[in-house]
């Protein structure tokens, strides 16, 4: 693959994480801001109770729940968007005989496994206003630290399994990989210090709401890049095969 193909790939992964993080917004917006204001409301009142009182606010609530968190969530999305279509660039061809949108599909999942749901088994997400702002910086090191780990042990599991392919069969290696990269991530997830610091009191149904809207919104990211990657590196790497499909559907 030369490097204008790259480069091209490179721009389209981030156009479709674009797309996928308008969606992604969407998502938050409808189902992730009720836990996140019933978290403020909890800490407003937990410092009315301790006599503390906040300054005013810089950004208003409204501006934060919707420019604020789209402007946040669209340049994630492009940046997830051209770091995925990097890893797509490298994976292709080496996973086996796939097409342009089975590599897209793969690279996305993995990216959703290994760069957010396997880390927050360990360290889950809370709501941005709660938790002790004294240790966000050790919070913030844990998880980007289990993410780098995930990441690793991810692609170590993708070259066990490749090595052991030709003896055992592409089945049987995928199912050894995977056992490997679960038992090596238990034993991590073992090891690592805990990071959860939630509040006493606070309400377990908004911690619980709050956590599935952060899956479902990575869920919608991931699985949205996906599906516009696909569509727009099959149309850079296999133009044929695109123009074949236009010829069979217009006869």
């Known amino acids: 693959m030369n490097s204008v193909t790259v480069r091209t790939l490179l721009v389209r992964g981030m156009l479709a994480g674009l797309g996928a993080g308008v ?39 409204t501006v934060q729940s919707t420019a604020g968190l789209a402007t946040g969530v669209l340049v994630f999305g492009v940046a997830i968007g051209g770091i995925a279509a990097l890893a797509f660039c490298f994976v292709l061809g080496r996973i086996g005989r796939f ?3 089975a590599t897209a599909a793969f690279t996305a999942l ?10 927050i088994i360990k360290y889950p997400a809370n709501p ?38 030709p003896a055992w069969g592409n089945w049987n290696a995928s199912i050894a990989a995977g056992v490997a990269f679960v038992a090596a991530m238990a034993v991590t997830m073992a090891v690592l210090p805990q990071g959860d610091n939630t509040p006493k009191g606070f309400p377990a149904t908004d911690l619980w ?25 099959e149309r850079v790497l296999e133009p044929k095969r695109v123009a074949d499909r236009a010829v069979s559907a217009a006869a």
């Open 209 to 233: 709401e709050f956590r599935v809207a952060s899956i479902g919104i990575q869920a919608a990211l991931w699985a949205s890049f996906g599906l516009l990657f696909g569509f727009l590196a």
């Open 23 to 61: 969606l992604a917004f969407v998502v938050a917006f409808l189902i992730g801001e009720g836990s996140v204001d019933s978290a403020i409301a909890f800490e407003e009142s937990a410092s009315h109770d301790h006599g503390h009182h906040g300054g005013e606010e810089l950004v208003s609530r």
């Open 110 to 119: 993995a990216g959703f496994l290994l760069l957010y749901l396997v880390p």
């Open 128 to 165: 941005p206003a709660v938790g002790n702002p004294d240790s966000i910086g050790e919070r913030t090191i844990l998880f980007v630290g289990m993410i780098v780990l995930s990441v690793l042990l991810g692609i170590a599991a993708i070259l066990l399994g490749r090595k052991l392919a």
């Open 99 to 101: 097409g342009a949108r």
